[in-house]
């Protein structure tokens, strides 16, 4: 979906490295979603936002950190990257309106 | 601890049947249920919505049903096509928390 960028789309980096994921949104959502998927395990919450001072972990935060610059980006960062942090990652946002989330065409990330 | 299922093994039918999804869930109290559809290597797209207090929600050629006795929904293709080829994900949300816990997803793939 075109209203949610993420960049990189595709990232290969070292152990030990630093990298920062971002996503942006024109959708207007205060709520922002980041999200892993792996093979056999589905989707997995790393941290959420519903405006530009709330940040809440998820189920799988240990490892990650986020900043939320503005109501529109929203940055998954990985302090020093491990192996098993190889995944899909997917931001989205959520329409709490409608009660539904609108998500970004992910970012593969390999750790190698 | 919550749960959800979905069937992990693909789903083949022919074109033209109808296509059954099943969702089920232990441990949980949702507020409403949402079904998505997402297609390889891309982000999941949002499908239907149906809430606590519905029975069936309707939409083109899609049906879902919410079962809260049987902690079951199904979501329905009718009129299959090659193009409804996709992994569909179910995911719940609880009351006020807009945070959905979304199954692992059921591969479906129509024959021609």
């Known amino acids: 979906d075109a209203d949610v960028t993420q960049t990189p789309r595709n990232r290969i980096t070292k152990t030990g490295k630093r990298i920062m994921l971002e996503c942006s949104q024109t959708?207007?959502?205060?709520?922002m979603y980041w999200y892993r998927q792996d093979p056999g395990l589905g989707l997995r919450l790393i941290y959420y936002s519903f405006d530009v001072k709330d940040i809440n972990k998820g189920e799988i935060s240990d490892g990650y950190s986020v900043s939320r610059q503005a109501q529109a980006k929203f940055s998954l960062s990985l302090e020093s990257a491990i192996p098993n942090q190889t995944a899909l990652y997917f931001c989205a946002t959520g329409d709490g309106g409608r009660e539904t989330q609108y998500f970004g065409p992910g970012t593969r990330l390999l750790v190698l | 601890s919550q749960k959800i299922e979905q069937n992990s093994e693909a789903l083949n039918i022919q074109e033209g049947k109808t296509a059954t999804l099943t969702c089920n869930y232990t441990n949980y109290s949702p507020a409403y249920l949402q079904w998505y559809r997402q297609d390889p290597g891309r982000g999941p797209v949002f499908l239907l919505l149906?809430?606590?207090?519905?029975k069936e929600k309707r939409k083109e050629r899609l049906k879902v049903t919410f079962d809260t006795t049987l902690k079951q929904s199904l979501f329905h293709i009718t009129a299959s096509q090659p193009a409804d080829s996709a992994t569909y994900l179910c995911a719940l949300v609880s009351g006020g928390s807009y945070i959905p816990t979304f199954g692992r997803g059921t591969s479906l793939i129509v024959h021609p």
């Open positions: 149906i809430r606590e207090n519905e």
């Open positions: 959708k207007g959502h205060d709520r």
